[in-house]
């Protein structure tokens, strides 16, 4: 703190130490805690208060709940074949997730409960759980669109809302994000089958995916694959690239505050070093002109991979032209072709 920021603050507690001298002896415990609480204030500078739950929120960007006045609930007003369903990560999370079952099944799923559609999932159609960016929830017109595409190709869906986000509770964390993943890639595969079961990561979910994936591979039960749709290095090298931070990057120690408050945050997401201890099929998809991830940290997260798999098969790029930018790879027209040839070699 700058000095007379700290003669005023001083001359406050002094103040303050007056007044509980006048309280009752039984209110020592409370003078204690104010104390403490005086003393970790004042040990930290004003951008240390600040700075790590700014990132926070430009990270994770989950209290913007758009699209707005949607029933979460009651899923298929907004996509057919859909049923909405919860899972209990831990004591006071609790996910909301929605399974879109393969188009074709459609008919079939007409009025249907949940015990139906967690049955359907032993069917032999692939499964995909979808792991979405930041902001929004999953009923996001860009993850609908894609939803529809995958289910329409004969996938079943599984679209998660992290906790903190959409109507799951709980406040989103690293650590977190990454036992949502694991916790309902694991319960999927236990209702699957012999179906297998693929990681799809978009933007922040890659950093997610990778996270999970080599905590699995570390317990010796590897995915069955992942696909990685605009990624990133890790999270330093995405938010010196964020639009919104871009502005301020010539500011005199900016970047070192930045880094600080990731380092504070624990926030890291590092698929760079993530991919080098995986084994698992992989394809990384990136438009041209995505400004928000740029393409060249896809080709370089690409190589960090394709070195370190003694199978270089199981690794692939596959980059679009111009026109679907960071959120639009959904219309992309080749996409679901992409895909399908991907996981149907790699699983054969």
Same mark, same amino acid.
């Given at each position: 703190?700058e000095?007379d920021e700290?003669?005023g ?7 303050v130490?007056r007044n509980l001298?006048?309280?009752?002896h039984?209110c020592a415990?409370?003078r204690r ?6 003393n970790?204030?004042?040990s930290k500078?004003?951008?240390?208060h600040?700075?790590?739950?700014l990132m926070d929120?430009?990270i994770?960007f ?5 699209p707005?006045l949607v029933d979460?609930?009651?899923?298929e007003?907004?996509m057919s074949h859909t049923?909405?369903?919860y899972?209990?990560v831990?004591?006071?999370?609790i996910l ?9 099944r459609?008919q079939d799923?007409?009025?249907q ?5 967690e049955a ?13 960016g930041s ?10 669109k894609l +939803? &529809?595409? $995958? #289910?329409d190709?004969?996938f079943?869906?599984?679209s998660? %809302?992290? =906790? ?5 509770? @709980?406040k ?6 990454t036992a949502?993943?694991i916790c309902v890639y694991?319960?999927?595969?236990a209702?699957?089958g012999n179906?297998?079961?693929c990681?799809?990561?978009h933007?922040l979910g890659t950093?997610v995916v990778?996270?999970?994936?080599k905590?699995?591979?570390?317990k010796g039960?590897?995915?069955?694959a992942?696909?990685l749709e605009a990624p990133?290095?890790n999270v ?12 301020y990057r ?7 505050t930045?880094?600080d408050a990731l380092k504070e945050?624990?926030?890291?997401f590092?698929?760079d070093e993530? +991919? &080098?201890? $995986? #084994?698992s099929?992989?394809l990384i998809?990136?438009c041209e %002109?995505? =400004?928000?991830?740029?393409l060249?940290? @896809? ?8 070195n370190a798999y003694?199978?270089?098969?199981r690794?692939?790029i596959?980059?679009?032209p111009?026109g ?6 959904c ?5 679901l ?6 996981l ?5």
């Open positions: 703190m000095p700290q003669d603050v001083a001359a406050w507690w002094d103040m130490l001298g006048s309280i009752p039984s415990t409370l805690k104010i104390a403490a609480q005086y970790s204030f004042c500078s004003l951008k240390e600040i700075f790590p739950p929120m430009l994770f989950n209290f913007f709940k758009a707005f979460l609930k009651d899923p007003l907004k049923v909405n369903f899972i209990k831990e004591p006071g999370v909301g997730i929605w399974h879109t079952v393969p188009s074709f459609g799923a007409q009025g409960d949940r015990c139906w559609y359907a999932l032993h069917d032999g159609n692939p499964i995909i759980v979808y792991l979405h902001a929004e929830h999953r009923a996001a017109s860009h993850r609908l +939803v &529809k595409m $995958l #289910s190709g004969g079943h869906v599984l998660v %809302d992290y =906790r903190g986000f959409g109507d799951s509770t @709980g989103p964390t690293e650590a977190g994000l949502d993943a694991e319960w999927t595969k209702r699957s179906t297998p079961v990681l799809w990561g933007s950093g990778t996270n999970a994936a905590v699995l591979e570390e039960s590897p995915v069955d992942m696909v990133f290095t330093w090298d995405a938010s010196i690239n964020y639009p919104l931070l871009k502005i010539r500011l005199p120690g900016f970047l070192r930045l880094t945050d624990k926030l890291v590092p698929n993530n +991919v &080098k201890f $995986l #084994s099929p992989l998809l990136h %002109d995505d =400004r928000t991830v740029p060249a940290l @896809g080709k370089q997260l690409y190589e960090i991979a394709h003694r199978n270089k098969e690794v692939k596959v980059t679009f111009p679907f930018q960071h959120n639009l790879l219309r992309c027209p080749t996409l072709k992409t895909v399908r040839e991907f149907s070699q790699q699983w054969a």
